[in-house]
């Protein structure tokens, strides 16, 4: 909603979402001068959001998050981000209704930043819907992407891109975002008496457990580590995604601003803006490859999020081909977990589940695996392991990402290109790791086996083994398919899937059972990339 011109009278509340920082943030600044005598600035925890939903790093990531937002609001402010607790249509409902907790009375005002998730649009609908019948007034504004999602898509006529190019010619015709507002001087005061709701701990919101993540979460943290990348102008001008090592783990070959970006701790129109004055005048990679293009990819993610009906799911969803995906919990638990029997795939997964985090051709590389490639089962059950474990988990980036890896979706790479679980060193997985650190690191087990096995452990010979103190499938599973049998049974599955031809025998059997490499040594092969 547009701002209003009138200052209101009273109290207003900035809710915090997303947008947990003071720069570039338009509600915050809106609050500043709307002429208000207090301003309460509030976070409440959606019990939706919790130990089942979401993993302990990224958890940690917003609390992190959180404490640094209160932080500052109490250092530039001398005021507190008041922590709230419950479903926001109850908790909030009762703020516009009553004032309290915070409040002696109603607010007159309440601020937040847009949101695209179909979560969130319910609830922002219903929360909307309360103020008015409250007489509270409500401003919403932009600024988790470069455009207007909403503005955006009518210039495209109501259709998001679905190309890198296409995202290009739509910022062109849209011209450049807006630069980032600078954060407020100065700030109407809490209410006199107003009771501090703190952060609370992970124990508290019923996590057990150690945090292994390499990130702080916060404006903070974010806003150093976008400076510190802003100042590497040789990293950024010759910068090519696909080039980035997905082997690299401490610290990974990438900037690691997605989850800042992710919970709003760092302004992407910032990032942007930053990235045009260090290429200004000077040679440099392009879109699709530079960090411009995977900006263009997060801002046609949301488009795509916002347009394309049931987006997160196989049914009823016009962008995704319909295919019969198998079901089988065990391979789906082996996979999640990091047992397949094939290290660099494991390695990749039990680094997600330590650290939240995983380089995004290794991502491919998983998703390739669970789907098309080897398990062929659905990608909503990989997108919603993601969704749990990563520090970044973004709903329009995780399955705009899922649909294109499993093949389904009109932007998919062609579906008969499968990812080899076992890369070769110049492979398009850029593993570049001929000795096998980063599977030692996150496979112990295989910590001694010589590097010419490492990848494919099964092939050693057993005195081998012994000496490396691994005996395959006993010290670390076997692979858990002949991935040359599964992928080409695979991919016939999905050449008849799409010409939706009859049925037979060999479409309807079922997913190889786990044994099915490792039954027979005369299948085992050293495997190609």
């Known amino acids: 909603m547009p701002s ?27 609050a500043s001068k709307a002429g208000v005598k207090h301003v309460c600035p509030i976070f409440v925890i959606d019990p939706h959001f919790g130990p089942k939903h979401v993993g302990i790093n990224r958890y940690n990531f917003l609390l992190d998050s959180l404490k640094d937002l209160d932080k500052q609001l109490s250092k530039r402010y001398r005021s507190r981000l008041m922590v709230l607790r419950g479903k926001p249509e109850e908790v909030i409902g009762k703020l516009l209704k009553t004032g309290k907790p915070l409040l002696s009375a109603k607010p007159t005002l309440i601020l937040w930043e847009k949101d695209t998730e179909p979560y969130a649009l319910k609830r922002d609908a219903a929360i909307i819907k309360l103020a008015k019948q409250n007489h509270v007034e409500v401003r919403t504004f932009s600024g988790h992407t470069l455009w207007d999602v909403e503005q955006a898509l009518a210039k495209n ?6 190309t890198n190019n296409a995202m290009q010619t739509l910022a062109k015709a849209l011209g450049e975002p807006a630069k980032p507002l600078a954060i407020p001087s100065k700030l109407p005061p809490l209410p006199p008496g107003a009771k501090a709701y703190d952060v609370p701990t992970l124990k508290q919101m019923g996590y057990a457990g150690s945090v292994q993540g390499y990130l702080s979460g916060g404006e903070t943290a974010g806003a150093a580590r976008m400076a510190t990348m802003l100042k590497k102008t040789s990293f950024i001008r010759t910068f090519k995604k696909p080039q980035t090592r997905s082997t ?10 997605s989850p800042y970006f992710k919970f709003g701790c760092v302004s992407i129109r910032e990032f942007y803006w930053g990235l045009k004055k260090v290429c200004s005048g000077a040679s440099h990679s392009k879109p699709p490859e530079s960090l411009l293009g995977q900006i263009y990819f997060r801002e046609m993610a949301y488009l795509m999020g916002a347009s394309i009906p049931n987006f997160d799911q196989q049914a009823g969803n016009p962008s995704c081909k319909q295919i019969p995906w198998a079901k089988n919990p065990k391979m789906l ?23 939240g985090w995983m380089h995004h051709l290794a991502r491919h590389a998983v998703a390739c695996f669970l789907t098309r490639g080897d398990l062929w089962l659905s990608w909503e059950q990989g997108r919603d392991v993601f969704d749990k474990l990563l520090l970044d ?3 329009a980036l995780n399955n705009m990402n899922w649909l294109a890896l499993a093949g389904v ?35 112990p087990e295989l910590g001694k086996m010589p590097s010419q096995y490492i990848y494919a452990p099964w092939t050693a010979p057993m005195e ?23 992928c080409k049974a695979n991919l016939l599955r999905f050449k008849r899937a799409l010409s939706k031809a009859p049925s037979t025998g060999a479409q309807k059997r079922k997913a190889p059972p786990a044994s099915a490499a490792s039954a027979s040594t005369k299948r085992q092969r050293q495997w190609k990339a």
């Open 393 to 395: 988990a973004d709903w």
């Open 157 to 162: 006529k109501g259709k998001a891109p679905t």
């Open 333 to 355: 638990a082996a996979w999640e977990h990091g047992r397949t029997g094939f290290p660099y795939i494991d390695a990749a997964m039990r680094q997600l589940n330590r650290v």
């Open 248 to 257: 690299a783990y401490d610290p990974p070959d990438t900037t690691m601003l």
């Open 464 to 486: 081998v083994q012994k000496t490396a103190g691994c005996i395959i499938g006993k010290d670390y599973p076997k692979p858990m398919v002949d991935h040359d049998e599964v």
């Open 4 to 30: 209003s011109s009138s200052a209101p009278a009273g109290s207003a509340i900035v809710w915090f979402r997303k947008g947990l920082r003071l720069r570039d943030n338009a509600p915050l600044v809106e």
């Open 409 to 443: 979706a009109p932007w998919s790479p062609p579906f008969f290109r499968v990812y080899h679980p076992v890369p070769k060193m110049d492979s398009a997985l850029n593993v570049k790791d001929p000795e096998g650190k980063f599977i030692r690191e996150f496979v």
